[in-house]
């Protein structure tokens, strides 16, 4: 049996529209999380967040992060060694909100040390942020566990 122009039509318009409602599904299935639950309110504060790493820039030199083995060690500079820091240690996964790590802690060293949970690999994003004497610092830099 011969196919006419009409059939071939028909047939390439179906395979179209059966490829659509398949990224349709697809689309509807993907799971997302948002970083956070009130969105709009943390963005008008983010000024806050941009003084706060301007304070962590101007400092002599800047924060160390190094990863070694499932140990994360935070150096700080020279002239917070012997002051006492509240620090939040916050590991944001991008891909799964079930992955990310949050931690407050207090420490007069000048460095720190942070052992990892089991099981965390992939690409996270370190949220750094510390008090020194009233004064509020931030540094935020991507990791690869």
Known sequence: MKL????????????????????????????????????YGAELKYQE??????????????????????ELTIRFPSEMNAKKKEIDFYLYCPADEKRDFRKSLFVNEGEFKQVLPAGFSGLYELKLTWITEG??????????L
């Open 4 to 39: 006419s122009w009409g059939h071939k039509i028909a047939g390439t318009y179906l395979v179209f529209v059966a490829g659509m409602v398949f990224l349709v599904f697809k689309a509807n299935s993907e799971k997302f999380d948002l970083v956070t639950k009130d969105y």
């Open 49 to 70: 967040v941009i003084d706060q790493a301007t304070n962590a820039t101007a400092l002599s030199a800047p924060v160390i992060v190094e990863k070694n083995g499932n």
């Open 135 to 144: 004064k509020k610092y931030y540094r935020e830099e991507k990791i690869f």
